[in-house]
């Protein structure tokens, strides 16, 4: 899954992409409002944590912008200001949900967990598709009861097909939930880590739909 982070203050931009990533998230970054409001129109994220105080242009003004061109993904609002007319503003423009400073990591990581179970339909931590189950929560994943260990990207990859159960990702929206943004996003290396996690979990778990991408779970 993919997380844009817009914050201005370098400190905690750092420390918010290295939780994320830690989290199995692909994360990309911005530190300006126009920035901002590139990086989600054109990078699509699952997600944004959204900085109200962004030079260049507001983080309100960026909200609006993204949902006024069709960017509907779920948007945790963060700011240090804490009047109830700011919720409301921020509320109003689009977003989904609101975390003043200062604030815990752990409450953060919590909300967009959330947030990302909600807009894929998914109530409950745990993921579960057949006899494998994710764990959002600690980055886990077990195969019949049995733990399977997985690389980092190999994760993110599985994370984004079973929060897409039953509907087909191509290899080029899978590299979009696995690369930053300004990597080197190669689809061929799909092919690669479906390979890799056909090996650890149960035979026929991942589906090749020919000429499309893959899916798991039973088609919608």
Same mark, same amino acid.
């Given at each position: 899954?993919?997380?844009?982070? *817009? !914050?201005?203050?370098? +400190?905690?931009?750092?420390?918010?992409?290295?939780?994320?990533?830690?989290?199995?998230?692909?994360?990309?970054?911005?530190?300006?409002?126009?920035?901002?409001?590139?990086?989600?129109?054109?990078? #699509?994220?699952?997600?944004?944590?959204?900085?109200?105080?962004?030079?260049?242009?507001?983080?309100?003004?960026?909200?609006? #912008?993204? $949902?006024?061109?069709?960017?509907?993904?779920?948007?945790?609002?963060?700011?240090?200001?804490?009047?109830?007319?700011?919720?409301?503003?921020?509320?109003?423009?689009? *977003?989904?949900?609101?975390? *003043?400073?200062? &604030?815990?990591? !752990?409450?953060?990581?919590?909300?967009?967990?959330?947030? /990302?179970? $909600?807009?894929?339909?998914?109530?409950?931590? /745990?993921?579960?598709?057949?006899?494998?189950? /994710?764990?959002?929560?600690?980055?886990?994943?077990?195969?019949?009861? #049995?733990?399977?260990?997985?690389?980092?990207? !190999?994760? #993110?990859?599985?994370?984004?097909?079973?929060?897409?159960?039953?509907?087909?990702?191509?290899?080029?929206?899978?590299?979009?939930?696995?690369?930053?943004?300004?990597?080197? $996003?190669?689809?061929?290396?799909?092919?690669? &880590?479906? *390979?890799?996690? $056909?090996?650890?979990?149960?035979?026929?778990?991942?589906?090749?739909? +020919?000429?499309?991408? &893959?899916?798991?779970?039973?088609?919608?």
């Amino acid at each position: 899954m993919r997380i844009l982070v *817009a !914050e201005d203050d370098p +400190r905690l931009l750092l420390q918010l992409s290295d939780a994320l990533q830690a989290a199995g998230y692909a994360v990309d970054l911005a530190d300006k409002g126009p920035d901002a409001e590139h990086l989600g129109l054109h990078s #699509r994220p699952d997600a944004v944590v959204l900085d109200l105080g962004l030079p260049g242009r507001d983080g309100l003004s960026v909200l609006r #912008r993204w $949902r006024e061109n069709g960017l509907d993904v779920p948007v945790i609002i963060l700011t240090a200001r804490g009047s109830w007319q700011d919720k409301v503003h921020g509320m109003d423009a689009g *977003a989904d949900d609101y975390l *003043a400073k200062p &604030f815990q990591m !752990e409450e953060l990581l919590a909300r967009v967990r959330a947030l /990302l179970r $909600r807009a894929s339909g998914k109530a409950h931590p /745990l993921i579960t598709v057949g006899t494998v189950e /994710l764990d959002t929560r600690s980055c886990t994943v077990q195969a019949d009861g #049995r733990p399977v260990d997985l690389t980092p990207h !190999e994760y #993110r990859l599985l994370s984004a097909l079973m929060h897409h159960a039953g509907s087909v990702l191509s290899r080029s929206e899978l590299a979009e939930h696995l690369y930053e943004h300004d990597s080197d $996003r190669d689809s061929n290396t799909i092919d690669v &880590f479906i *390979a890799r996690l $056909r090996r650890k979990l149960p035979e026929g778990f991942v589906t090749t739909v +020919r000429g499309l991408g &893959f899916r798991v779970g039973d088609a919608h």
